[in-house]
């Protein structure tokens, strides 16, 4: 269990910077699953899929960087949470809308649950409305 938040960490960084499911499966079990509470990404059920999202969220987004404010380790529960703010502006093309020129801050959690010592799901706890109404998209 002592390799998980190391593991979660490659995979938080791979994500978070657009590396897609191509470089984050080696973190994940090949059928992880993906839950968020969040409109923006209910039709995301898997990790690879999520990866994919935040690949391409980059592209109206392209100065896109993340600041970790917590990372713990429940080894009780085989499982890794990891608070971060994701920042940047939206300038690039392929977002919903024209680019705005508005900027995002915007405060998540990942709760990553481990089976061995791979992630074997993840569900994200953001607020989906806010961030959109940040970058004018909403």
């Given at each position: 269990m002592s390799n998980i938040k190391e593991t979660a960490r490659q995979f938080f960084d791979a994500c978070e910077t657009g590396k897609g499911w191509e470089v984050?499966?080696?973190?994940?079990?090949?059928?992880?699953?993906?839950?968020c509470q969040a409109d923006a990404l209910a039709n995301i059920r898997t990790l690879a899929d999520y990866t994919e999202w935040m690949k391409g969220l980059?592209?109206?987004?392209?100065?896109?960087?993340?600041?970790?404010?917590?990372?713990?380790?429940?080894?009780?529960?085989?499982?890794?949470?990891?608070?971060?703010?994701?920042?940047?502006?939206?300038?690039?093309?392929?977002?919903?809308?024209?680019?705005?020129?508005k900027s995002v801050s915007a405060d998540y959690v990942y709760v990553m649950e481990f089976d061995s010592d791979r992630i074997r799901n993840m569900t994200k706890i953001w607020n989906d409305l806010y961030s959109l109404k940040q970058l004018g998209w909403a």
């Open positions: 984050c499966k080696e973190f994940c079990h090949p059928e992880a699953t993906f839950s980059l592209t109206p987004i392209p100065d896109a960087s993340y600041e970790i404010r917590s990372f713990a380790v429940d080894e009780d529960r085989n499982s890794v949470a990891a608070y971060g703010i994701l920042k940047g502006t939206h300038t690039g093309d392929g977002g919903p809308i024209s680019p705005t020129g």
